[in-house]
């Protein structure tokens, strides 16, 4: 059972766009949602991670938006390169320490 | 941040036999460890949590006595496939949580760069 659920599976977007990937999710005890990057052969590399506590949390290009009552949350890409064509996973947990619950992913490309 | 090491890269094997991945953390304590495993353009599913000095815990559907996971010091966790079959075939990938070290921020997760298993 899938507790994470993300979209869209697969995303283009031109150089300089914006991506946004959605993810929601039905366990009101998560309150860790980090997001990874992926690039093929390798393993996930965390991006950015978010608390329940606030609704939004940037680092350089990478936003992440969280809707508590919705229980949804989602990244933003702001300008993206084309070194950013990967696949993105968001996941959850009850604590940052525990086993996350990943997303299907999301296969990026960002075309030049 | 912290670093989380797997060995081998990539390895393959006969049907039949058993194979070893080891998973280490280079530069802090990993008082847990998780492995996955990935089919090709799918996600990450949870196979077992391990808890140095302890038996691991094993999700629904994850043969235990098949995928076996072994945390005996708390910097080196190791998945053997025993009797693999072709099916086995698929990227594995360890991550760890824990305490220590000058690059572990806490309670983060860290993961290894993977191994891929062909099973031949």
């Known amino acids: 059972q899938q507790q994470v659920k993300q979209s869209p599976q697969s995303l283009i977007v031109q150089k300089g766009g914006i991506s946004i990937i959605n993810c929601a999710y039905e366990n009101t005890a998560f309150d860790y949602f980090p997001w990874y990057q992926q690039f093929p052969g390798k393993g996930p590399a965390l991006l950015i991670a978010i608390r329940p506590d606030v609704s939004e949390k940037k680092e350089g290009r990478f936003t992440i938006s969280f809707n508590k009552s919705a229980k949804q949350f989602s990244l933003h890409i702001m300008d993206s390169q084309p070194g950013d064509s990967a696949t993105y996973f968001c996941?959850?947990?009850?604590?940052?320490?525990?086993?996350?619950?990943f997303g299907k992913g999301t296969s990026l490309l960002v075309t030049p | 941040g912290a670093v989380v090491s797997q060995h081998p890269s990539w390895v393959i094997c006969k049907s039949g036999t058993s194979v070893k991945i080891e998973c280490r953390s280079l530069d802090f304590q990993a008082t847990t460890m998780f492995w996955y495993r990935q089919f090709p353009k799918q996600s990450l599913m949870l196979m077992a949590t391990s808890n140095e000095g302890s038996k691991a815990t094993y999700e629904q559907g994850v043969e235990k006595d098949k995928f076996l996971i072994n945390h005996a010091s708390l910097t080196l966790s190791t998945l053997t496939v025993t009797s693999a079959h072709p099916e086995d075939s698929s990227f594995y990938i360890c991550s760890a949580r824990g305490t220590g070290g000058p690059n572990y921020s806490g309670n983060t997760i860290y993961f290894g760069e993977g191994s891929w298993l062909t099973v031949v």
């Open positions: 996941a959850a947990s009850i604590d940052s320490g525990y086993a996350l619950n």
